[in-house]
């Protein structure tokens, strides 16, 4: 890894972004043809700058065909070309992103999370400074279409807000720029959908892990990934703490789930 990994993800992240929201204002006969212009569109943009610019490395997108040779790579692009398809599909919606992220001999090395809509690029190349707390009762992030139970329990325990927001990396970008505490999550993901977060959130100082307090571990034979807790580091043992304590259906994995 070096730093122009770093810039290397902030970039493509970015340069996705844009093409995303040329996307974004053309004409389509609906929704779901928009959706599908760009997934592909940003998918097909990302695989092959990175074919040119690290031809060496394996790519794992949630839009490509899993190729198993990654699992003998040491290096890894973890990419999300678009987090947030139905919210990108309203174009009132900014709460959406793309997610480009570098796994290197078995941990996250860089990554960048771009949010497009309000023209900003969260990445590892200039970590974020995470503001002090404001006073007040905990914050969580939690999906504004689908808010899982699990989160709706631990609000209730810690007496904590539930601030309603759209896609993965919305939400945890939403706790590196301090507008909420912490992103929980139960329902299930896969790689794409933490990568770049994580490795943002990592490099801004806050805590990452599974709601068990366990290591996230990514480039692995099955992508998906049961749970995720990004927050505050402070805030993290009374976090785990309070996971741990609620009742096991509210926190065994599921088989599959969204990435919300």
Not at 105 to 111: D, F, K, T
Not at 116 to 129: I, V, W
């Amino acid at each position: 890894m070096t730093a122009s990994d770093h810039d290397l993800a902030g970039s493509l992240a970015t340069a996705a972004g844009e093409l995303l929201l040329d996307v974004r204002a053309g004409d389509f006969a609906d929704v779901a043809a928009r959706r599908a212009a760009g997934d592909a569109g940003s998918h097909r943009f990302l695989v092959d700058r990175l074919a040119v610019l690290c031809a060496g490395d394996a790519v794992l997108s949630e839009e490509g065909a899993d190729d198993r040779v990654r699992l003998g790579a040491d290096r890894v692009w973890i990419v999300d070309p678009l987090d947030g398809t139905r919210e990108f599909s309203e174009r009132e919606r900014v709460d959406w992103a793309v997610h480009v992220a570098l796994w290197e001999r078995g941990e996250l090395v860089a990554g960048a999370v771009a949010l497009p809509a309000e023209a900003r690029t969260f990445g590892t190349a200039a970590p974020l400074e995470v503001l002090a707390r404001p006073d007040g009762p905990l914050r969580l992030a939690v999906s504004r279409s689908r808010p899982p139970a699990l989160v709706t329990v631990l609000a209730e325990q810690l007496g904590a807000e539930l601030v309603a927001m759209g896609s993965a990396g919305v939400k945890a970008m939403a706790v590196v720029r301090g507008q909420v505490d912490a992103y929980v999550h139960g329902g299930g993901q896969y790689e794409w959908d933490s990568a770049a977060p994580v490795a943002v959130a990592r490099a801004a100082g806050l805590h990452t892990s599974r709601l068990d307090g366990s290591p996230l571990v990514y480039n692995q034979p099955d992508p998906w990934l049961p749970d995720l807790l990004i927050c505050r580091s402070e805030l993290a043992g009374q976090l785990l703490k309070a996971l741990a304590a609620l009742p096991a259906d509210l926190t065994v994995p599921r088989s599959r789930g969204g990435a919300a």
